[in-house]
């Protein structure tokens, strides 16, 4: 009987996964229309809204808005939106521009502008640095390596996440250093400080001056309390959304924190993928835009803010990721002088780094090949892995419940010296898998840390991904209190 009652909980999971299955899945199997795959695909998803603006051969082709932000207010193609690291695009094209005109000089040491940065070093493509002044295309390309806690004049508290592939390696790769991949979140940062230094502007000022005013763009900012109305973010717990209230550090805009809407980042990137169609800007003719996306270093991954990936079949150009409460994913195709990007007050590694990019593959295959088919249903997979984690938290709850007539049938194997041995066997693996809880709770920002060559804070884990970590975090509390009840009641019983 004590059997069957163990192996129920799994016949319920097994029960769940078998109807996730086979269950029929909602919508079409292909899709040929942007309308119907980003209607279709934010419930299949799970994402509470977001706004699109597709561009194909420098017009605008499609640009609307589905759902609503982490207030429940519904988004329009104007509504502003915090775009995270995608800002990198405007700090990168602004820097392109005053190297344009001649006030700024790409291998000029960081140190003439900021000399209190002047220990920095730039980084080989190992770990070793190089024993040489660190210089702002350096510093631009990602190529440093940063203490980060020895920055704190540069490193506001912004939590998120660098754009990333839909490639458990790559994913790794980008976010954590390696010996080829180096990116900071502080490079652009310290990358805004100098152009404000080198100008005498702010960093607003530049942006509005420069990019914003001269192509229409009167609702992109990197200063929010300028405008009203901008999305709430919010972030995720299997599907369910909750508002974020937190906003961003004006220091993080030149790196994080720009606001902008997708109308107006359709004004943008149509100067990127066609600049024959657009005005040009201060320092940045139509000969010049074509590099803003080529490697600031030969077979490098960064170009002028843009993300540079080389494959057999193509290259592939895009920019974007995740901070508190909002994520953002821009993808060019300038020999087709094409973008798709896809704004989102939703932030998560699987929003950012998974979903978006996915959302954008099928868009992409729509643009060029008229068809694609139905991606992933994450929402669906999400709900079967929350109803499974509830089985097995009620499943541990009910095991806490019992642990009075647990001790006690285990106190019951004296009489043999094997039934001795299995008691003790019993004790020793539950004291063993408490400590490992307690471990893994205690150690998890350390061992983040140490993969991210700085400190981590609880704070941080649970916001890269909330339904994940707040699981993981409730599975490890609810076993560590069935463990330690067993053990207090067992040693009670003993005394009595």
Known sequence: MKFLRRLLPWFFVIAIVIAAIYLPDLGPENYKDFDTLFTTERGRQGIAGYEIVVIKNGKILFNRAYGFDG??????????????PSSEIFTGTLLSQMVNERKLSLDVSIAQFIPELASLKARRSGKASL??????????????????KDLPT?????????????????FLKSHFPTDTYTRSRLSYRIVGAILEKASGKTYQQLLESMITIP????????????LEHIAVGSGTFFGLTFPYVEKVPYDAAASDGIVTTSEDLAK?????????????????????????????YKNGDTGFGWRILESKKKQYLFQGGSILGYSSRIAIYPDHHSAIAILCPQDGILISNFILPMLISSAEQILFGGESRRPFPTQRAMIVAGIIFFIYLLSIILQTRGAYSW?????????????????????????????????????????????????VSYQELIAFEPGIASVLMTAL????????????????LRRS
């Open 71 to 84: 207030q429940r207010n519904n988004l329009e193609p104007s509504t502003p939106l915090y775009i995270g």
């Open 131 to 148: 024993d040489m002044p660190l210089t702002l295309r350096q510093l631009a390309a990602h190529r440093v390596a940063f203490p980060e």
């Open 154 to 170: 540069f490193d506001p508290s912004t939590i998120g996440l660098e754009a990333g592939l839909p490639d458990p390696q790559l």
């Open 215 to 226: 192509l229409g763009m009167y609702l992109t900012t990197a200063k929010p309390s300028s």
């Open 268 to 296: 943008f990137l149509r100067l990127i993928v066609a600049p024959d169609l657009v005005p040009a800007l201060p320092g940045l003719d139509t000969a010049q835009v074509a590099a803003l996306y080529e490697p600031l």
């Open 407 to 455: 001790a006690r049938d285990l106190l019951k194997y004296k009489e043999t010296s094997i039934s001795q041995l299995y008691a003790r066997f019993v004790l020793l693996r539950t004291i063993i898998g408490l400590a490992v809880r307690l471990l893994i709770f205690v150690c998890a920002p350390i061992a983040a840390g140490a993969l991210v060559g700085r400190h």
């Open 477 to 492: 509390f609810f076993g560590v209190l069935r463990n330690i009840s067993r053990l207090v009641i067992v040693a009670r």
